[in-house]
């Protein structure tokens, strides 16, 4: 069974990235961050709003993959654009996770339900 990780990147926009107008943001995505992650298709990434509920942070990015490499390969490749480096967005956080981690454990240790 291969193992699927989950990264939760809490993100804080910048005010340059808040300046742009919602067609050049699209334009930037489309040429800049689009064009990375079609080089790691083992990433796949869903992009929340958090702004209206958080005083934390303004965005989480999902990232699940099974190949740890790929996921490394493509937030550098992000650090190497506007996205990162202008910066649009600010990293606060990554939390890494393993879904049902417990569940892998209890079938390696033979636990039984009680």
Request: charged share 25%; glycine share 4%.
């Amino acid at each position: 069974m291969s193992r699927r990780y989950t990264f939760f990147m809490l993100l804080q926009s910048a005010p340059d990235w808040l300046r742009l107008g919602r067609v050049e943001r699209q334009r930037f995505l489309a040429e800049h961050v689009r064009p990375v992650f079609a080089r790691y298709p083992a990433v796949t990434m869903r992009f929340y709003d958090a702004e209206a509920f958080s005083g934390r942070c303004t965005d989480v990015a999902v990232f699940e993959t099974a190949d740890l490499q790929a996921y490394t390969f493509l937030i550098d490749g992000l650090r190497d654009t506007a996205f990162f480096s202008q910066p649009y967005f600010q990293v606060l956080d990554i939390v890494p996770a393993v879904e049902d981690g417990y569940v892998e454990y209890d079938r390696a240790h033979d636990v039984h339900a009680a």
